[in-house]
């Protein structure tokens, strides 16, 4: 019996369940657990009519209303785009993947006010990229079209990195069967292939959707921060904190992180749903 019970504790390479549990939900509680409790907190001095008059207020919606579209719009197109990404990182080899792979985190370490400002100076009408559509009469910097744009580059190595993992693991010779039997590209892409990334591209979705919505710093300088155009809801959050507005803030912060938990229990849902395909 001791010999087994010693096999059984040398499988285990940190200290024991119960003072890794502990350590876990200690970290679990200071990082995330204690800070949304007292978000919740601060909600509880408001009423609830007090609730819905700060959320419906028309500047307010009109907030809601540019980031969640804008979010959604630049979720679809890394989407697809995320998708071909993936795919030619996996599929093609060619001179300096390697280095256009690390590229993909490169919105991860770039301090988002950095991107901001950078997307800015190029989409103005005086930037290099700004100044060509200018021409046509076209704005891209202090519209709702730069804020997609800032949000599709904080939010493009969402997708890359939940479908590459799964086409390096897609044995390509599901495809050669196809294709002797007749199949064609579109019929073996459709039909063999999309079915077994669907789980991943839609998990990436809905984290650039997710991370969209709360971004900050790389959009509150390319958006011009109109109210009712370009006002997005984090800067109406930290507009109202530095008026030490705290129960307006905790308001549409609340409406936020709701949203949040929408969209992880949606990754979640997905991300079961594809084990249990699998284990099928």
Known sequence: MSSKREKRRSKHILPGFGLSLGITMSMLSIIVIIPLLSLFWGGTELSWADFISIISRGRVLAAFRVSIVCSFIAALFNLFMGLVLAWVLVRYPFPGRKFVDGLIELPFA??????????????????????????????????????VIALIFVGIPFVVRSVQPVLEQLDPVYEEAA??????????????????????????????????????????????????????????????????????????????????????????????????????
């Open 110 to 147: 770039l301090p988002t006010a950095i991107a901001g400002m950078t997307l800015a100076s190029l989409t103005a009408d005086t930037g290099w990229v700004g100044s060509l559509f200018a021409r046509f009469g076209i704005e891209i910097a202090y519209t709702r079209t730069g804020i």
């Open 179 to 280: 294709g002797m039997m007749g199949a064609s590209r579109c019929t073996t892409f459709f039909r063999i292939i999309l079915p077994e990334l669907r789980p991943a591209a839609l998990t990436g979705f809905a984290l650039a959707f997710a991370r969209g919505l709360g971004e900050y710093g790389s959009v509150v300088f390319i958006a011009g921060n109109q109210p009712y155009e370009t006002e997005i809801a984090p800067l109406m959050i930290m507009a109202q904190l530095e008026e030490y507005d705290y129960g307006e803030a905790t308001a549409i912060a609340l409406v936020m992180l709701g949203i949040a938990f929408v969209m992880l229990f949606v990754v979640n849902g997905i991300q079961l749903r594809a084990r249990r395909r699998t284990n099928a």
